[in-house]
């Protein structure tokens, strides 16, 4: 009985999220002019219950950029029907309680207008320009309060009044300084400090309640409890989880049982409010302080003009501010930055909301003013959103080179940032059931910069039974070979790896492409035909594919001409080097920079055909392990193999592997090599990559990072971080010279 009572309650809540879901994609298809003065209400329904789901219930079931559509929608809905009350403020309501101590809390956090692009913080520069010299403000200033305002700034905006802002607005965009920073995703604290100490520290519970965790904070290593400042403080900041922390924390949950987080903000905001504040502590959550909430105070007793000097002056008094502020002379320098931000923010280990833009006279910002939601003399510049709301419709199993089978996720048509999404990789099967993704499941999509989409979590909430589980299949779904599965159950398999025409084909494929075989004139779509017309069957026959040439030029499409540059480029192409054929042969994990390293073991035609190196003649070899050397032995060894292989032989020109010195038994292993420094100087001497091509001559290993595995430095001029950590480790260091004479030994 309680159970029924249990499913109906369940499915009740479930139908309502479907109902409220579907409601919330129509509203954001719906264009403004259709919307009546009547949805206003119907939109701040939605808002609260998305507000319940995300804050209460932590099981979001739209994206965070969906979320603030709606308020955007609902901002546009009231200028459109006039509303004088601010909408916005009606839909906060019905918060879950908490168990922290509610405080008030009656300085207000300042929400800052956005743009998505950059040509908006043009515009922005030009009002803030616009307002300071707004006709009826210069007239101001030869009243009393042009003669207060005294900064450099301000002097020159009284030589220029009478100019014409529009018509040569360049000289005065030098006038204006930015300062520029991060913009987090809000999880923030205030404390509160009094002779020289931390009082206390609150954290905002919902749109209108604060709490105060004054206990758990006092837990956490880089929070001051005692400052360099005797008077009253309120210091803001944002707290922020590494998104390393963030992936180990939910792999230790994922061990134990325990609640995963669906992100890094989620994570943080719940790490504070531990009731046990030991957890708290062994979060490794980050603090910058970024404002303060008494800012009118603390400018005025400290005498300060100048909003860089303000933050800076934070880490004065010994708080941690944001690993990024700058500070910018004039607009175009500052989005010239903001362009070239991306690659930037590959490298934060923390999730960045986008940039704040803000002027740096703290005088001017009066004079520039508010509108009634925002200040005007800053603005939020924010990164395209990541996260996307879709649904899996099916799922694919393609097979590859080297006979692995990847699931494909055929996905409901989404428009990310105008590219149509509809497919999605799944890696694996495994990471089918870490997600545990089924066929009709709604799901969070993330689409980051040029990166294809991955599907992040499930909706859980509105799955509705009909879900169907996504098997791994039992055959090959192309020669329905039984499938194998490796030892870790990762990768699933087609055995068939001769017969299997679709490995083949991906192995014709890879072969040809430009870091190996490098042919021109040739094309997937050609080879895949080639290899259908049975004129091709394995790699060697690429290289007698002339014997067809007549069959080929009866097909349609191919004339005489492209033919023949074919048959040229196949001609050039068998002068190969061993290590590239080595990397054109899809033995699994054998890729470039394997091959690179195996191709010291093949040093004749003998070597290629009869390769028997067992695993402990050759473990000493730079990163080569136990299952590497199987698949390596294994590929050599097939007797199918050998006959292409011998076939290979004779038709190609094999460049096989010389050492510059004769490797002794005893040095059979690559010594690992690293580089570092400016080049300037000894350019003429000799290039980097002839530095590299040299050390591998010997049998020696170019490796990308110092680490104790490292068996010498070659250091130049300017050489940084690696020389300091080579000489920490102990590791020896050569310049030039003293590398070349090692060369010849
Ligand atoms: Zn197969």
Redesign the pocket.
Known sequence: MSNLKENSKWENFFNENIKKLEETKNFSKKNIKDFKKSDIKILQNLINFHSNLYYNEEKPIISDLEYDELFKKLEILEKKFGLEKKQTDLVWANFKESSFKKVAHSRPMISLDNTYNWEDLKKFNERVIKNIFDEKKSENLNTKESENLNTKESKNLKNIKNLNWKNTEKPYFEKIKYTLEYKFDWVWIELIYKNWKLIQAITRWNWIEWEDVTENIMQIKNIPKKINYPNYLEIRWEIVMPISSFEKLNFEAKKTGEKIFSNPRNAASWSIRMKNNEITKKRNLQFFAYDLANFEEFILSEKKENYFEVIKDLEKLWFEISSYFEEFDWIEKLIEKINNFSDFKKNIDFEVDGLVVKVVDINLWKKIGSTEHHPKYAIAYKFPAEIFTTKIISVEHQ?GRT?TLTPVANLEKINIWWVIVKRATLHNYEEIEDLDIKIWDNIFIKRAWEVIPKIISVIKELRNWEEKTIKIPEF??????KLKKDEWKVRVY?P?FFW?S??IKEKLVWAIWKNWFNIDWFWEKQIKLFFDLWFIKNLSDIFELEKYKKEILDLEWFQEKSVNKLFLAIQKAKKVEIKTLIASLSIFWVWKKVSKILQILFKSKDDLLNFSYSYEEIEKLYEIWPEIWQNVYNFFNNLENKIILKKLEDILEIKYFVPLVEVEESEFFWKKVCITGSFEKDWKKISRDDLIEKLEKKAWFFINSVSKNTDFLLAWEKAGTKLKKALELWIEVLNLEGFLEKLKK
């Open positions: 097979i006979g090959c779904p192309n020669c329905e070979t087609c068939n299997c679709a490995q």
